[in-house]
């Protein structure tokens, strides 16, 4: 256990709807990244925060937004649901000052119908 | 674009076997290839490896990297059916904000 967690675990939305995804980091760290996983797929690199701005981002829509707080936890916000989006969203945590070591939560399985 | 190419995609092997995983890439401004292990939900971490010709170790585990021919590979020796999980392999360039890109990952199923 990393120490990260993600919740909803689970969720079922119907194209078109919108969704939130929260992530709390693990104890101390600053920095928040979210990666989209598809079946039989590697995890894909959507964005990071890092004191509360975005601080890069992989080849991702508009829809795709996030947040993080003060408090370093995190939400992904996806917007116009399409089928392509049904994936295991994971977020990982990290120093930056050690950004290589990114501690992974459990993930969000999203099922677009 | 940075890539990860992991072969082979699938490999099934009895308990005691060793295998060995590959891991090829094409990164601008290489920082660190990364191995983790997948069983359920959240990859954990396994090694981080910088250096060429450094071998890591962790009890059954291996990795070593090679900066030149740009790949790398992990060993398992003495395999369990414990082992039996998807590993990804991930590199990280310099200047990407520690973003991190993912090869399709290796099943492996260890079978009694």
């Known amino acids: 256990e990393t120490g990260v967690t993600q919740s909803p675990t689970h969720l079922i939305k119907t194209r078109g709807q919108q969704v939130t995804l929260r992530c709390s980091s693990q104890?101390?760290?600053?920095?928040v990244s979210w990666y989209q996983q598809a079946l039989g797929q590697g995890p894909q690199f959507i964005f990071q925060?890092?004191?509360?701005?975005?601080?890069g981002r992989g080849n991702f829509p508009p829809r795709f937004s996030g947040l993080q707080f003060p408090n370093y936890s995190s939400e992904l916000n996806v917007n116009a649901l399409e089928l392509d989006d049904s994936a295991l969203y994971l977020c990982?945590?990290?120093?930056?000052?050690?950004?290589?070591?990114?501690?992974f939560g459990p993930g969000t399985r999203l099922t677009v119908t | 674009e940075d890539k990860v190419v992991q072969s082979p995609l699938s490999l099934v092997v009895h308990e005691g076997d060793t295998v060995t995983l590959n891991c090829s890439y094409e990164?601008?401004?290489?920082?660190?290839l990364l191995w983790y292990k997948q069983e359920k939900k959240a990859p954990t971490f396994l090694f981080m490896l910088t250096s060429s010709g450094i071998e890591k170790k962790s009890g059954r585990l291996s990795s070593i990297l090679d900066k030149k021919e740009l790949f790398s590979i992990l060993n398992i020796t003495a395999t369990q059916t414990g082992d039996s999980a998807i590993y990804l392999c991930a590199v990280e360039g310099v200047g990407a904000n520690s973003k991190l890109t993912f090869g399709k990952g290796i099943t492996l199923s260890v079978r009694p």
């Open positions: 990982a945590s990290s120093l930056a000052s050690a950004p290589y070591e990114q501690y």
């Open positions: 990164v601008t401004n290489f920082r660190s």
């Open positions: 925060y890092y004191r509360e701005e975005e601080n």
């Open positions: 104890s101390g760290h600053n920095t």
